[in-house]
């Protein structure tokens, strides 16, 4: 911990962000030679001017540093520096990489890791493509990397989560604060296979103003970042924007052309992002990473389509899933394309619902799940 008291006093002084603190560690190693560094010598730092440089010999203030190391001890967290091992090596390639990050759980293998961003209001279909996508690159190997956000984020970590693959969320709170609350329990979980981490202090509530700066740590410490549902003006577009500012890759998820949910994502594709439709899409621009032999490489994560071998599906319930897709239809269109009798067509449906392979939108629309 008196080590690690060095880097959160540095980083405590009012003026020094992260850029700085970057250049203070270049000129100087570690944050104790900084703290101990002369006038003149901490001027010769870009960035240090004479106010900043009497503010760092001034130090910070005592109390808080200890009240935020006694927090770190009290939530059984710790903190990864820029110089540890741990610390994700693509994040160092950043123009201004966070000093030190708090961690609960383990990091993992962030050499191979995927980001998967998108609407918190997102769709059926969204939720499914990022939890199956997700899955896919989870079962050969891929960390996926996301912020625990309601919506695509939190599909992204259970579909990593349901073949036991390695996730992290990037919070833009404080890891006492976990945002949004009702995925606490979320959070518990990926803490078994991964990690919760996040830049700022402990206590640091989830203000808006977190967010785009939590979003370069997502693009930063990936390989690609995969935008899978995102309004035209969507914090899911800055991710994108900053993976392919930091020479990352950009994929997207193509949606329906009239949903507005899509809108970012579409605007992506037109910009020049890779469409992605299964993992296959993702992986073949990596093909100098070791991957697993997945179960599921480049086939739907939850169920096979070829008329439902293995899944114990009568001829009949085959016959009907393999017309539905994603995207919900309504059970009279159904019924047309099948040449088939609702009421008949309404029992089919409960079944492969009860056996988990449809869900039902409210109109009587019916999809894959």
Request: charged content about 20%.
């Amino acid at each position: 911990m008196e080590n690690i008291r060095h880097w959160v006093a540095l980083k405590y002084i009012p003026g020094v962000g992260d850029h700085v603190y970057k250049n203070l560690l270049d000129r100087f190693e570690t944050p104790a030679r900084v703290l101990q560094a002369s006038k003149n010598a901490l001027m010769e730092v870009d960035g240090v001017f004479g106010h900043l440089a009497d503010s760092i010999l001034s130090g910070p203030r005592t109390a808080a540093v200890n009240k935020e190391l006694s927090l770190i001890r009290k939530d059984g967290c710790r903190m990864v520096t820029y110089t540890d091992e741990e610390y994700p090596p693509l994040l160092r390639e950043i123009s201004d990489p966070p000093p030190y990050l708090y961690v609960r759980g383990q990091m993992g293998n962030c050499l191979q890791s995927i980001a998967m961003v998108g609407s918190r209001k997102a769709t059926r279909y969204g939720i499914s493509m990022a939890g199956r996508l997700s899955a896919e690159l989870a079962d050969l190997g891929f960390s996926i990397i996301s912020g625990m956000a309601r919506g695509i984020d939190t599909a992204a970590h259970n579909g990593a989560l349901s073949v036991q693959g390695e996730t992290v969320a990037v919070l833009g709170s404080g890891l006492s604060v976990i945002y949004p609350p009702e995925n606490r329990f979320l959070a518990d979980r990926i803490c078994e296979s991964g990690a919760v981490i996040s830049e700022f202090p402990m206590t640091e509530e989830p203000n808006a103003y977190n967010f785009p700066k939590r979003n370069r740590i997502i693009a930063g410490m990936t390989r690609g970042t995969v935008v899978v549902e995102a309004a035209s003006r969507s914090g899911s577009l800055i991710t994108a924007r900053l993976a392919g500012e930091q020479g990352r890759e950009v994929f997207a998820v193509p949606g329906n052309a009239n949903s507005k949910t899509s809108a970012g994502a579409h605007a992506l594709l037109k910009q020049g992002a890779k469409l992605v439709a299964t993992a296959s899409d993702i992986i073949e621009e990596f093909p100098y990473l070791f991957l697993k032999s997945g179960k599921n490489h480049g086939k739907e994560h939850s169920v096979d389509k070829n008329q439902g071998a293995g899944l114990n599906l009568t001829e009949d319930e085959g016959r009907v899933y393999e017309h539905l897709e994603p995207y919900p239809v309504h059970i009279d269109e159904l019924g047309r394309q099948l040449d088939m009798d609702i009421s008949r067509l309404s029992g089919i449906l409960v079944s492969l619902e009860i056996k988990g392979l449809v869900s039902q939108s409210p109109g009587k629309y019916f999809a894959t799940v």
